[in-house]
């Protein structure tokens, strides 16, 4: 079973430059859990004691997860996956 | 340096001031490697608010897809101060994660001049550069 993650540039230290890697998992928190094992660190970036990072944005195929189940949300073969920091600021 | 078309320059002022006093918010795409904006896209401020801005997120997947599809890359990421200066918030500086951006503060907190100003956000460091605009 394999799960296609579209690593954004900022990210890319964690994959050896890979702008795509595969994982598995039947939701979103273990396909997580396991490319931090391929990926050492990389679950960090993506995830808090709150869930999912406020300002990382992932989309299964092309929705916004935090509109379906966050890290609940059921994953499966063929999936696409994809992460982009959110773009995001202020006055202060 | 940045290096910008007129044209696209005085869409980012219309933009902000359309959008003034909430923060206004884009991208300049341009191909990739090659450090030219070229196209303009106005994005949502999704949290439309005077001091804070952030890209729908939905837009910001479609928009990012598209510029994949054109081999494009965000060579400018865009936004405005209302009541502060054309310079780089803390928060800004935190949250900036495309280090080959160019990011573009406008202030419109006066009402007859407009700041324009561009910066490098890498690793939390923030860096000006001089803007030369182009016919």
Redesign the interface.
Known sequence: MAIEVRIPTILRTYTDGAKQVEGTGSTLGELFTDLDHKHGGLRDRLVDDGGLRRFVNVYLNDEDVRFLAGLDTPVKDGDTVTVLPAVAGGAS | MLTIPRGLRDKIVAHARRDHPD?A?G?LAGPAGRDRPERFIA?TNA?R???????D??E???V??DMEGNDEEPVV?Y?S????EAY?????IT??????AHYVLVSTRNSDTTEFRSYRIVDGTVTEEPVTVVE
């Open positions: 923060e918010c991208v994005m949290e608010s005077p001091t804070f801005y952030r890209f997120s939905g910001q997947f479609r990012w897809r990421i936004h101060h209302t009541a502060t780089p918030s803390r928060t800004d949250l900036a994660a495309e280090p080959g």
